[in-house]
């Protein structure tokens, strides 16, 4: 997906240019994973999912939330971010 996404990406940059007095510019491509995340810029979104999954892999970030759903485990991971942190 990030392969498509940049040469789309790149596309909408060979693209720009001037037409009938007005100056074109293609916009990069944009997604909407969830209500939190409605309007995007693609690559930097999936560049960013692609890290959390890599730090969870390494176990860098840990399961908050361990439940069984239809006899599944479901994790919930949450990235220690800082934010809300008061100083």
Known sequence: M???VR???AEA???AGVADECVLVPG???VAC???TSDVDAEEILLAVAALFAAILHGRVPV??????????VDL?????GEG???
């Open 2 to 4: 990030l392969d498509f």
């Open 85 to 87: 942190e008061e100083e």
């Open 77 to 81: 991971w949450m990235e220690d971010t």
């Open 34 to 36: 969830a209500h939190a």
């Open 13 to 15: 940059g060979d693209a």
């Open 7 to 9: 040469a789309r990406n």
């Open 28 to 30: 990069r491509v944009r």
């Open 64 to 73: 908050v939330e361990s439940v069984e759903h239809r006899g599944e485990v």
